[in-house]
């Protein structure tokens, strides 16, 4: 669908799409679930999603799930990203990450004027990459625009990206006082990207290294950090659903769930595989044979289970608040923010529990349950979703003390 092109085209919803949506696009992922499990393999070993994925997520179409509607978009929720990504995750949790990370990029990038999104949406839905962690890079003025210069590292999906956000520092002049975090939005074409890429896990993401030099953009692709991560958008009563997800806490729910899906699959190669597999130096033809097998199985999927329940509960609440105007308490985000770091926590709990339950072979080059492996020890590492920044979070609400960051 072509972009809205006029002030009466562009539809304004007032909350999420329905269940049954979100029901049809896991449908079309299990479709596809195979091709994305095949080519799994050597996204792994490339560092970058393979052609044939991207194409097999085009046809799922889930790479336009935050776009907004008017942009012939879902303009989806936590919740419909949460239950895409960890269905993609399944199969594959690299492309799960690039998935989560577009969409979470593009939400990001509603935030700028409406004369903005009909530039970057005028051909309809896009895929993106976006870096808003620590400030890497300047703006300063240069006639109508800025000149832009930025290096911003582990930029996922930036390779298919066709657009990207890159926080900097905006330099009205060169006293430091007047300096503020903002961001800017480039075009594929503004940007190089370098191959820096080298992990034991997510490789498939492609998370290389963004780089600007001595750019040109209009005055209205760079925007401070208060109009794209602040809740003034939240509280607007006229504002699209789209518009009123809170940022930072909508990434760290979504985030997590490439995690989440990667865990089921482990959960669910393990327990196939048990009942062909013997226990070595036991009298156990099978591991299913093994009643403390059997019990530490069901132990591990309870985990994974509570992982879930907690990265729901957080996507349930920032839709419900997104559909009416008043913010989510500072208290509840940081209470969320807890319980996604615990769930990554019990992720990592869960598939160490497989590993040990599966044996040794879990570690062989080859093995999906070591990829799994790997991708899970690396996803839950990222910095939105650490657990113990979470956990003082959660305390500083709890006890009334200073919050460590302003990002919830």
Request: hydrophobic share 40%.
């Amino acid at each position: 669908m072509s972009a809205a092109t006029s002030i009466e085209d562009r539809i304004t919803v007032s909350c999420p799409p329905s269940d049954e949506e979100t029901a049809k696009l896991v449908e079309r992922i299990h479709q596809i679930g195979p091709v994305l499990r095949e080519q799994a393999v050597i996204a792994d070993r490339n560092r970058v999603l393979p052609q044939e994925t991207i194409d097999a997520l085009d046809f799922a179409d889930v790479w336009r799930v935050s776009t907004l509607k008017r942009y012939g978009g879902y303009e989806g929720g936590a919740s419909m990203l949460l239950e895409v990504a960890r269905t993609v995750a399944y199969y594959d949790p690299a492309a799960a990450w690039c998935v989560v990370i577009s969409n979470g990029s593009v939400m990001l990038i509603n935030r700028f004027s409406d004369e903005v999104l009909d530039e970057v949406f005028v051909n309809g839905p896009i895929k993106a990459a976006s870096i808003f962690a620590q400030p890497q890079g300047t703006a300063t003025p240069d006639g109508d625009g800025w000149r832009i210069s930025g290096k911003w590292p582990f930029a996922s999906n930036s390779s298919q990206s066709d657009w990207a956000l890159g926080i900097l520092f905006i330099k009205e002049n060169e006293s430091v006082e007047s300096q503020q975090v903002g961001f800017v939005l480039m075009r594929r074409n503004e940007f190089e990207v370098q191959d820096t890429w080298f992990t034991i896990g997510m490789r498939g993401s492609g998370s290389n290294t963004m780089v600007a030099e001595d750019l040109w953009v209009p005055k209205n692709r760079v925007i401070t950090f208060e109009q794209l991560m602040g809740n003034g958008p939240e509280q607007d009563p006229h504002a699209t659903f789209g518009r009123r997800l809170t940022p930072h806490l909508t990434m760290s729910t979504s985030i997590q769930s490439p995690s989440l899906g990667a865990a089921y699959a482990a959960l669910d190669y393990t327990t196939d595989l048990s009942r062909k597999r013997a226990i070595t130096y036991t009298h156990y033809k099978k591991q299913v044979d093994s009643g403390a097998f059997v019990q530490n199985l069901g132990a591990a999927s309870i985990k994974i289970d509570a992982a879930r329940s907690l990265l729901e509960r957080a996507a349930a609440e920032i839709d419900a608040v997104a559909s009416g105007s008043a913010p989510m308490p500072l208290e509840r985000r940081a209470r969320h923010r807890a319980g996604i770091g615990h769930a990554g926590h019990e992720l990592v709990d869960a598939v160490n529990d497989l590993c040990w339950l599966h044996g040794t072979a879990a570690f062989a080059e080859n093995s999906l349950l070591g990829r799994m492996w790997r991708d899970i020890n690396t996803g839950t590492r990222h910095a939105s979703i650490t657990a113990p920044m979470g956990y003082e979070l959660h305390g500083n609400g709890m006890t009334g003390t200073d919050y460590i960051s302003t990002k919830l």
